[in-house]
């Protein structure tokens, strides 16, 4: 069964920075759409970056020009640039394939972001 982990949140000021990564074991992430998604208390999880196997990103309305997807097929390993950060980033991150649970991808424990002074 094929594993996501992500790491690289934390506890962080308004307009601060934090860079995400997803490393997938086996294969996954080589040839697929993959996504960021976070899930704020209380609310339905959301697509919040998505990025094709050519490369091409998309973003919600609400990152846009805040956060950076980007992609190393070569170590199955996705990443998520955040910067101006804001108390409404806070919410835990997941990534995944986009549409999610392609190819076995269960979601993982995910990873805390706090955006708070």
């Known amino acids: 069964q094929v594993q996501l982990v992500e790491s690289g949140g934390g506890l962080v000021q308004p307009g601060g920075s934090l860079r995400l990564s997803c490393t997938a074991s086996?294969?996954?992430?080589?040839?697929?759409?993959m996504g960021w998604y976070r899930q704020a208390p209380g609310k339905q999880r959301e697509l919040v970056a998505g990025i094709a196997n050519s490369g091409s990103t998309k973003y919600a309305d609400s990152v846009k020009g805040r956060f950076t997807i980007s992609r190393d097929n070569a170590h199955n390993t996705v990443y998520l640039q955040m910067n101006s950060l804001k108390p409404e980033d806070t919410a835990v991150y997941y990534c995944n394939t986009d549409p999610p649970l392609l190819r076995g991808a269960n979601w993982g424990q995910g990873t805390q972001v706090t955006v708070s002074s």
């Open positions: 086996g294969s996954t992430s080589r040839s697929i759409a």
